[in-house]
């Protein structure tokens, strides 16, 4: 169905600070215009959620138009990067789209652009740099930072826009984001839409008392100020213009901490009854729109107001009217499922050596340790990508708590090897907004246990963008993992399970130097987050050939290490050693050969050759570090014995570190973990 036309006052969605004083009447109606439309607009998506049209719930903008509107007319948006939050719907018309297309969106029907897959405002438009929130506030800000880099890397003068609450201004990531934009020098615009409420949480109960937000700024070294938008919309449209302007010159992050309004409550469904008496019609008395339409009349332009206003009002009605009548989305299973994944990326045209400066596919360097052969592949990947990058803690001089960076910094630069401070949720985050943008970040983590502190901008924000979006997010997130080494409960997890239970996330988990070289680069040409696993104890655990392999991609598929016939054994990482010498030990002395396979990518699962063997030997044995209970080769053995139940001759074995935090002395670290003498004793009660 035909969109209808916009009224002409829509056309333009631009405003330079210049007009303001060129051409003043002209400008002032169209912001006028766009906060009538939001206004509007917001009121009858409330209606039609009253009414039963619009499912779950909404969250109006009512009394936030004189803030996010006249933002979003100054931004160069054909730059520019922004995330607006709840309040922000005047700012997404403005942004980019068709009313019919935002409407559909809250009527989740089948023209919405999220396909249906995301609710009311948690949407955006990525290829126009409007990232889409999420409802954990505070996680988009360092997304923003990150578009916003990407742009200033790419040559391009953009400024970013990363909208928060005054209740979210207390969260983690709003600090960490605030820090690295201000160490990197990010131009990014934080705007705290302070309505005096998070919720039903007044300010009082958020922060100390007389504390102003702005102030927090000095803490960061940027410039941070306060901003009534509730007073004078054209005097809010200088402010802000002068804003985006030294951001823009200086590259220099700004706090803006705005006194804004809530008229309808945080949802639909607020009651708003913990407002004290009067404070209500204080709010309403204060609405900078009617305020403003007053200031226009009182100038001689009544007509025009009217005029724009009828039109827009028969406007917003033509549109609902269309989205009324889109058909509701299909339940289209299989498509849900295919978008989880970006779809597989064309191999990059590689030179095809170990070493970019030598193109010779026959190249071979003997006596590589795992830690180096991943080396060598940062280093190919620095050299003939320019959109890769690589971040971490204490990566770049230092070269890396294993020493996998080590002498990057030297040969690339610190643009390039960057060095980030102990924020992992904000850096992943902005790792995120620079992949979404074009670049294709490397991300190592010191410990895999400190990407628990990422786990909202990994499992939420990265893994699920593609298929709320279909934005790809080409991010490779490097994990130094599992025990042996006497680091404790904190320096010695194995999370492949607890990732891997959220949607979206590929994982490769080599356990060779060559799979670890070929693994790097297949991660970080998919376009996809993808989690490498690395144990830290085959870092350094003896040193292999290494060579240019142009099958690198079938590190996306088991490699088969044993041949057998009495069982099919499954294992992956570090495991893969001490399972070879547990199978070499029942060929020599029971008789008994193994089929062994190492998983190598544990998502997606390929199992196609793992399931033929399992057809010949009818017996199944699983081995992982990770701990027993809600373990990955719970998962293994599931799949594994849906379709061969009835043809199995021997209950599935499942070998797996105990259920405790991992214990620090080594003889109970021993104890905790599989070993090769614990996995023969295993294996031999089972055949019993």
């Known amino acids: 169905m035909a969109f209808p036309k916009p009224p002409a006052i829509l056309a333009a969605r631009d405003l330079l600070a210049a007009a303001l004083e060129r051409e003043p009447v002209s400008a002032l109606l169209r912001i006028h215009a766009w906060m009538y439309l939001a206004r509007q607009a917001d009121n009858r998506i409330l209606?039609?959620?009253?009414?039963?049209?619009?499912?779950?719930?909404?969250?109006?903008?009512?009394?936030?138009?004189?803030?996010?509107?006249?933002?979003?007319?100054?931004?160069?948006?054909?730059?520019?990067?922004?995330?607006?939050?709840?309040?922000?719907?005047?700012?997404?018309?403005?942004?980019?789209?068709?009313?019919?297309?935002?409407?559909?969106?809250?009527?989740?029907?089948?023209?919405?652009?999220?396909?249906?897959?995301?609710?009311?405002?948690?949407?955006?438009?990525?290829?126009?740099?409007?990232?889409?929130?999420?409802?954990?506030?505070?996680?988009?800000?360092?997304?923003?930072?990150?578009?916003?880099?990407?742009?200033?890397?790419?040559?391009?003068?953009?400024?970013?826009?990363?909208?928060?609450?005054?209740?979210?201004?207390?969260?983690?990531?709003?600090?960490?984001?605030?820090?690295?934009?201000?160490?990197?020098?990010?131009?990014?615009?934080?705007?705290?839409?302070?309505?005096?409420?998070?919720?039903?949480?007044?300010?009082?109960?958020?922060?100390?008392?007389?504390?102003?937000?702005?102030?927090?700024?000095?803490?960061?070294?940027?410039?941070?100020?306060?901003?009534?938008?509730?007073?004078?919309?054209?005097?809010?449209?200088?402010?802000?213009?002068?804003?985006?302007?030294?951001?823009?010159?200086?590259?220099?992050?700004?706090?803006?901490?705005?006194?804004?309004?809530?008229?309808?409550?945080?949802?639909?469904?607020?009651?708003?009854?913990?407002?004290?008496?009067?404070?209500?019609?204080?709010?309403?008395?204060?609405?900078?729109?009617?305020?403003?339409?007053?200031?226009?009349?009182?100038?001689?332009?009544?007509?025009?107001?009217?005029?724009?206003?009828?039109?827009?009002?028969?406007?917003?009605?033509?549109?609902?009217?269309?989205?009324?009548?889109?058909?509701?989305?299909?339940?289209?299973?299989?498509?849900?499922?295919?978008?989880?994944?970006?779809?597989?990326?064309?191999?990059?045209?590689?030179?095809?050596?170990?070493?970019?400066?030598?193109?010779?596919?026959?190249?071979?360097?003997?006596?590589?340790?795992?830690?180096?052969?991943?080396?060598?592949?940062?280093?190919?990947?620095l050299t003939e990508r320019p959109e890769s990058l690589v971040l971490g803690q204490d990566i770049a001089t230092y070269g890396g708590a294993f020493k996998v960076t080590d002498g990057l910094l030297a040969d690339f630069g610190r643009p390039r090897v960057v060095n980030v401070p102990l924020a992992e949720s904000a850096c992943t985050g902005w790792a995120t907004g620079l992949a979404l943008n074009g670049h294709r970040p490397i991300e190592e983590f010191q410990f895999a246990d400190f990407s628990t502190e990422a786990f909202t901008q990994i499992t939420l924000n990265a893994a699920t963008m593609h298929f709320r979006s279909g934005a790809k997010i080409p991010l490779v997130l490097r994990l130094p993992c599992g025990g042996g080494l006497t680091f404790g409960s904190f320096h010695s997890q194995e999370l492949e399970s607890v990732f891997l239970a959220m949607p979206g996330l590929k994982a490769l988990y080599p356990s060779t130097p060559q799979d670890a070289f070929n693994a790097l680069l297949a991660a970080y040409e998919d376009d996809n987050p993808v989690l490498l696993l690395e144990h830290k104890g085959l870092y350094r655990r003896g040193k292999h050939p290494v060579s240019w392999d142009p099958n690198y991609r079938d590190v996306w598929t088991p490699r088969h290490i044993r041949a057998g016939d009495y069982a099919t054994f499954v294992t992956y990482g570090e495991m893969t050693l001490p399972a070879a010498e547990a199978c070499d030990w029942f060929a020599g002395e029971y008789e008994r050969t193994f089929d062994l396979f190492d998983l190598r990518a544990l998502a997606p699962l390929q199992l196609d050759a793992i399931r033929a063997s399992l057809d010949r030997t009818h017996r199944l044995v699983v081995l992982h570090e990770g701990r027993r209970t809600h373990g990955f080769g719970a998962e293994l053995v599931a799949r594994l014995t849906e379709e061969h139940f009835f043809s199995l001759e021997a209950p599935p074995l499942r070998i797996a570190s105990l259920d405790l935090p991992v214990p620090f002395a080594p003889e109970l670290e021993n104890a905790f973990r599989p070993a090769a003498e614990k996995i023969i004793a295993q294996i031999a009660t089972w055949i019993g």
């Not at 652009?113 to 949407?123: D, Q």
């Not at 607020?270 to 004290?276: E, F, K, P, S, V």
């Not at 590689?350 to 030598?358: A, N, R, V």
């Open 47 to 381: 209606d039609l959620f009253r009414q039963g049209l619009i499912k779950g719930t909404v969250c109006g903008g009512q009394g936030n138009e004189g803030l996010v509107v006249p933002l979003a007319l100054l931004a160069d948006k054909a730059v520019d990067v922004v995330s607006f939050s709840h309040r922000g719907f005047g700012g997404h018309l403005v942004w980019s789209g068709h009313l019919c297309d935002h409407l559909n969106q809250y009527f989740a029907n089948a023209a919405s652009p999220t396909r249906a897959r995301e609710g009311n405002i948690h949407h955006g438009d990525p290829a126009a740099r409007s990232l889409p929130m999420i409802s954990h506030l505070g996680a988009m800000l360092p997304l923003v930072a990150g578009a916003t880099d990407s742009q200033r890397r790419l040559g391009r003068a953009a400024v970013g826009f990363a909208f928060l609450g005054d209740g979210s201004s207390s969260t983690g990531d709003i600090h960490e984001t605030l820090n690295l934009a201000s160490l990197l020098s990010l131009p990014v615009v934080f705007v705290i839409e302070n309505n005096g409420y998070a919720y039903s949480t007044p300010v009082s109960e958020q922060f100390a008392p007389g504390t102003g937000l702005w102030r927090r700024a000095a803490g960061y070294g940027m410039e941070g100020f306060v901003l009534d938008a509730t007073a004078d919309v054209a005097a809010t449209t200088r402010t802000l213009a002068a804003a985006i302007a030294t951001a823009r010159a200086t590259s220099r992050p700004v706090l803006i901490e705005a006194r804004t309004l809530r008229l309808r409550g945080h949802a639909a469904y607020d009651t708003c009854d913990y407002l004290q008496p009067g404070e209500s019609e204080a709010f309403f008395a204060a609405d900078p729109l009617p305020k403003f339409r007053a200031r226009l009349v009182a100038d001689g332009h009544a007509a025009a107001l009217g005029k724009n206003e009828a039109e827009l009002n028969a406007f917003l009605e033509a549109c609902v009217q269309v989205s009324l009548a889109t058909p509701r989305p299909a339940a289209d299973t299989a498509a849900m499922q295919a978008d989880v994944f970006a779809p597989p990326a064309p191999p990059i045209a590689w030179i095809p050596s170990l070493d970019s400066k030598i193109q010779n596919p026959d190249s071979k360097i003997q006596n590589l340790t795992s830690a180096q052969a991943l080396n060598r592949a940062h280093r190919k990947i």
